[in-house]
């Protein structure tokens, strides 16, 4: 029995030396998004709620051509898309007046019509759980014909971006969506810019004693 140690290991050739890690800024064309087969027959829209909280903007496309009145498409932007969003719709429109005139106009809600509520519109509203959570995006494109505008919401992550989202809307519904989208920015923005709540004062009581536990 032999108590000496055993030598170490020889070096194993061509053996590679950890190398530190590295990080690297990834850039591709959007232009080139994939789209699969499940999305790209797109979804119809009559309408657009916009919603916005402090980190997302929710865009939920309504159906109701007929009863009852369902969620076709939510998506999820993050707020750095938001105002590109509102400049290509912006000149979008403007492509679209220069081509073809201005949009044909909705008919106006009858006099004394007051909108209802968010909370009453929801209750009424179907809303398939398939959808429930949204699709997100952060990347939109917009083209558009005589009749319809084309949304694509894209995911743009490498290595390759791909639509997960396509929404059809009528001419005629997509400047009252820019009003929409345009005002939930600038309330996005305006709460932005308010300074940060005061801390909360502190409770009156007793002073805790040093001692205690001790």
Aim: overall charge negative; some cysteine; charged content about 15%.
């Amino acid at each position: 029995m032999n108590d000496e140690t055993p030598p170490p290991p020889p070096d194993v050739p061509g053996d590679p030396t950890p190398e530190p890690l590295q990080s690297q800024e990834l850039q591709h064309s959007q232009l080139s998004a994939r789209v699969p087969e499940h999305v790209g027959q797109g979804i119809f829209s009559t309408g657009v709620i916009v919603m916005h909280g402090v980190h997302e903007f929710i865009l939920d496309f309504v159906m109701s051509l007929s009863p009852p009145r369902r969620l076709a498409a939510r998506v999820v932007l993050p707020p750095s898309v938001v105002p590109l969003f509102v400049g290509a719709l912006r000149d979008n429109l403007q492509k679209y007046h220069q081509a073809f005139g201005p949009p044909p106009k909705l008919p106006p809600p009858p006099a004394g019509v007051i909108p209802p509520p968010i909370t009453d519109v929801y209750e009424q509203l179907k809303v398939p759980e398939t959808i429930m959570s949204g699709t997100y995006a952060n990347t939109v494109m917009v083209v558009h014909s005589p009749a319809e505008f084309c949304f694509d919401f894209i995911t743009s992550f490498y290595p390759r971006s791909a639509v997960a989202c396509r929404v059809f809307l009528a001419a005629a519904h997509v400047p009252q969506f820019y009003d929409s989208l345009f005002r939930s920015w600038e309330q996005y923005r305006t709460k932005q810019q308010r300074p940060p709540a005061p801390p909360p004062e502190p409770m009156d009581g007793p002073e805790p004693d040093p001692d205690f536990g001790n």
